[in-house]
């Protein structure tokens, strides 16, 4: 038999017969919904240690422009399945109609594509055996898994080890390397299997078992220091001290929320609310993302109203509201959560990675952008501008003497929950309590909710903090630093839940490796990927 696998004489080699067109773009679809199932809904995590192998299997044997065009179709296929909640957003409240909804849709989706396209590309690479092959493979992933957390802002919502979160024990591993450090240790997963299933095709099964063994040996090595983490954390965390905050979920519907003729109608349930809170006697209030319908100290008759109603209800209170910073013509808008005591606003923060195409168009300048955009999204939403930097948010540890102990509270807006490096970013400035806040109303009854809760949870595992999460709609939730989810609210209920909420004290807080330095890996391996592809293109 011709040996068609892996040769040592010529480096990894594929199957040198023409192959048909059908089955590889089958693989390649299959792959992309693999990766949607392991997300919620459904949640089957473990297919994320399975899903590149079907287009492992595709590439093979095919050309890189072939491989390229295959890893955009697995790109397409899953963006396309686990991304139709953005074309409800553009149709129900960018006013795109269907047709452009859909459109949108699919050119975010075929612009999404490109990385794993490279990654196949760059996966035809041919290197001196399969171990080469596999290590190359995972660092393409783990690297350009990574870019989609910057270029054009950044936008990286299923990534491939996110569902690790949903197993209590195989996500702990964020603490050492991060969200994308542990994609790399999946891909190293899938890759193994695939190099065993060439090798068996190619009439060496025992060759292939090595492989085998090495992708059960990872998995388990994964269990087995998730599984001290895990208890390590949960009882860490048992010894917190714990302190009530009130989750305020009003379930405000996005249609009408910036509607004036309901604006009255809304305060009056916002009013109602917060004296449901008040009368739980809590060390904090949160309230959502731009929790009420005006803009504060520039509305004056609901900025007094708002300020009597603080003072009425006492305590500290966290609400999301939009605001004005300096003067016209200078005079910038801002996302902001701003703490109030007695009546009185305090410090505040300002959303500083916003949206594209929800709170600011990039390429604004271009007349179809603004067409699509400038009365769609940004109607219903708002046009912010990105906050400075500031220090975290701090609160008395007992608000009826100020001068006591203050918790310091790192808040990400939404959206900016899903990057790893602005968790980061709060917990190198002294954050105790992880603070999220957000309006996933735009997401309606999709599976879109229960995936931001749980890349938010992400946050909680790779800086061992708890995490208070707080959102419009719902899903509202207490997270442990093990990322356990303590209690969570129903989507679009309506209340004011109190959350049991460990507070470490700072005499408790550790630096993981994640934040001291495991934080590099990704980027280092973004580098190698920049070489591999030069290499690739230019070793025909």
């Not at 792959?31 to 994320?48: D, K």
């Not at 609901?302 to 500290?316: I, V």
């Not at 949206?355 to 604004?364: A, D, S, T």
């Not at 917990?427 to 109303?441: C, S």
Request: aromatic share 14%; with cysteine.
């Amino acid at each position: 038999m011709a040996e068609t696998g892996f040769r040592k004489k010529e480096g990894l080699s594929f199957k040198p017969e023409k192959k048909g067109v059908f089955l590889p773009l089958l693989l390649a679809v299959l792959g992309g919904v693999l990766q949607t199932l392991s997300w919620p809904w459904p949640g089957l995590w473990p297919l994320c240690f399975v899903t590149l192998v079907p287009l492992l299997l595709a590439v093979d044997g095919q050309s890189g422009r072939r491989a390229f065009s295959l890893g955009w179709v697995y790109g397409m296929s899953l963006s396309l399945t686990s991304l139709p909640w953005i074309a409800d957003v553009l149709v129900g409240y960018g006013g795109l109609g269907f047709f452009l909804g859909w459109l949108v849709t699919g050119l975010l989706a075929a612009i999404l594509a490109v990385y794993p396209a490279l990654f196949a590309w760059i996966s035809t690479l041919r290197v001196s055996g399969p171990v080469a092959w596999i290590l190359v493979g995972s660092v393409a992933w783990c690297g350009l898994d990574w870019l989609k957390n910057w270029v054009f802002t950044g936008f990286n919502w299923t990534p491939l080890a996110g569902p690790l979160i949903l197993s209590p024990e195989m996500g702990q591993a964020a603490d050492l390397f991060g969200f994308y450090g542990l994609g790399f240790f999946v891909a190293l997963v899938n890759f193994l299997l695939a190099a065993a299933i060439f090798k068996r095709r190619d009439g060496c099964p025992k060759k292939g078992g090595p492989y085998l063994v090495a992708a059960l040996v990872l998995v388990l090595a994964g269990y087995v220091y998730g599984y001290l983490q895990f208890n390590h954390w949960d009882q860490v965390s048992a010894g917190y001290p714990q302190a009530t905050v009130v989750a305020v979920q009003p379930s405000t519907p996005q249609t009408f929320k910036w509607d004036e003729a309901y604006r009255r109608q809304l305060l009056m349930k916002s009013a109602a609310l917060a004296r449901a809170a008040a009368a739980q006697k809590p060390w904090l209030v949160i309230w959502p993302e731009t929790a009420l319908p005006f803009i504060f100290d520039y509305h004056y008759e609901e900025s007094e109203w708002l300020r009597a109603l603080s003072r009425e209800t006492g305590g500290l209170a966290l609400i999301g509201l939009a605001e004005f910073e300096g003067f016209w013509p200078e005079q910038k808008l801002h996302n902001r959560m701003i703490l109030f005591h007695d009546g009185e606003p305090k410090a505040s923060y300002d959303k500083t990675h916003l949206v594209p195409f929800g709170e600011y168009v990039p390429f604004e300048d271009w007349a179809v952008v603004r067409w699509l955009f400038e009365q769609g999204l940004l109607g219903a939403a708002g046009r912010y501008d990105p906050g400075q930097v500031r220090p975290p948010i701090e609160v008395p540890r007992h608000p009826a003497d100020p001068q006591t102990d203050q918790v310091r509270l790192g808040v990400l807006i939404c959206f900016e929950s899903i990057f790893p490096y602005l968790g980061r970013e709060r917990v190198l400035q002294g954050t105790e309590l992880l603070v999220v806040p957000t309006n996933d109303g735009w997401f309606g009854r999709s599976r879109a909710p229960e995936q931001h809760l749980y890349q938010a949870a992400m946050r909680a595992v790779e800086t061992r903090r708890p995490l208070a999460r707080v959102g419009n709609t719902g899903i509202s939730a207490v997270i442990h630093p093990s990322g356990y989810i303590a209690w969570a609210s129903e989507l679009y209920g309506v209340g004011a839940y109190p959350l049991a909420t460990p507070l470490p004290g700072r005499a408790n807080l550790v630096e993981t490796s994640f934040v001291a330095w495991g934080y590099l890996l990704a980027p280092i391996l973004a580098v190698l990927t920049a070489l591999l592809a030069v290499f690739r293109f230019f070793r025909k």
